[in-house]
């Protein structure tokens, strides 16, 4: 009787502890077939990140009561049509998320490899999402006619980061990655950043900010050079129509760097409840040069289920001033100025 009474009473405690943690596990994946042009260069391929980054992660999260909980991510990127994995790949490692924290109703403390603050205050008022392969705010990485300029990081290795309690309408977010030593002489840099914003019933604004330092061996300044991001976001939602809008600068404290700004202008319409129109254009201008960049795209998603969804892209970059920016992955001839033209369908899976 005794040992069926220990027995029941152990069988009660673990089914507690399944009741008070979880483990999920997520993914993407998403295949497109396009045809590509760029000056000389036409190519058609079958490539992934069309709508939305192909990975597969896990997230879980175990209540340790009084409100607090600790949370997990775990996040790797791979390229369906070779199963091998991305970023830098071609192994599967977690470099597109790998995070443990702590949450509460104060907020969220995490630390690990995550997203930046700015990603977070672009992602939200892009309707293509910033990081999918179309979205023309990929303008945001371009370093062109900016010798020197550090590119904008979208995650961060060795961060600590805070964020507001999510469902509130004020929010903020602030991070903080030291940079680890190459060797004693040298110190990596660093990467630092924010945001705040309000996202409201229909509304969303947000202004982010990014900085990242760079070290130098035997250098008479701890940091020579930082790169500085800053950007104003915002979106507003008509019932079936939503607009978005972006303005960034950046700049280098690097003598002989000019600034550049990028301007965006988007929108979603919700044509029935499972089909939508994407638009968003993009323009980058590096003070005092005549290098530029233009780019838009058109967009259709098809909803077959709430996990499936058929989609297809138009894409159109023009490099100006004999500017050299790549998008969509397709190579681009040095000092060219040429464009890139993409037409492209694909089908998108959430699981």
């Not at 005794?2 to 089914?15: I, P």
């Not at 490899?113 to 990485?141: C, E, I, Q």
């Not at 058929?310 to 920016?325: E, H, I, P």
Request: aromatic share 10%; net charge positive; glycine share 12%.
């Amino acid at each position: 009787m005794k040992k069926t009474a220990l027995a029941a009473a152990c069988l009660g405690a673990c089914a507690c502890a399944l009741a008070q943690s979880n483990v999920t596990v997520f993914g993407t994946v998403d295949l497109f077939i396009g045809h590509a042009r760029s000056g000389p260069t036409s190519l058609t391929r079958l490539e992934d990140g069309g709508n939305a980054a192909s990975r597969i992660g896990f997230r879980g999260s175990e209540d340790l009561g009084g409100g607090l909980r600790a949370n997990f991510l775990l996040e790797s990127g791979f390229a369906p049509d070779t199963g091998l994995g991305t970023l830098p790949g071609p192994a599967m490692a977690f470099t597109r998320q790998a995070y443990v924290g702590l949450s509460g109703p104060w907020g969220q403390v995490d630390a690990g490899r995550m997203y930046t603050p700015m990603f977070f205050a672009l992602f939200r008022a892009d309707p293509f999402g910033v990081n999918a392969l179309f979205s023309p705010l990929n303008l945001v990485a371009a370093t062109d006619a900016q010798p020197g300029l550090r590119p904008f990081a979208a995650r961060a290795s060795n961060m600590v980061r805070y964020r507001t309690l999510a469902g509130q309408a004020f929010f903020a977010d602030i991070a903080y990655a030291p940079g680890e030593a190459a060797a004693p002489s040298r110190r990596s840099g660093d990467v630092y950043g924010g945001n705040v914003g309000w996202q409201g019933k229909s509304l969303y604004l947000a202004y982010a900010f990014q900085r990242a330092r760079e070290g130098s061996a035997a250098a008479p300044v701890a940091f020579p050079s930082t790169s500085t991001y800053q950007s104003l976001s915002g979106a507003y939602q008509w019932t079936a129509l939503k607009l978005f809008a972006n303005y960034m600068r950046n700049s280098s404290s690097l003598q002989g760097v000019p600034k550049a700004q990028i301007a965006s202008v988007g929108a979603s319409y919700a044509i029935t409840p499972v089909s939508m129109l994407l638009a968003e254009a993009a323009y980058r201008k590096v003070d005092g040069s005549d290098r530029a960049q233009l780019a838009w795209t058109l967009g259709y998603d098809h909803a077959l289920s709430k996990r499936t969804a058929v989609y297809g892209r138009l894409l159109r970059l023009s490099n100006r001033g004999n500017a050299s920016v790549s998008m969509a992955q397709v190579p681009v001839i040095a000092n060219s100025g040429d464009g890139v033209r993409v037409i492209a369908a694909g089908i998108r899976h959430h699981f």
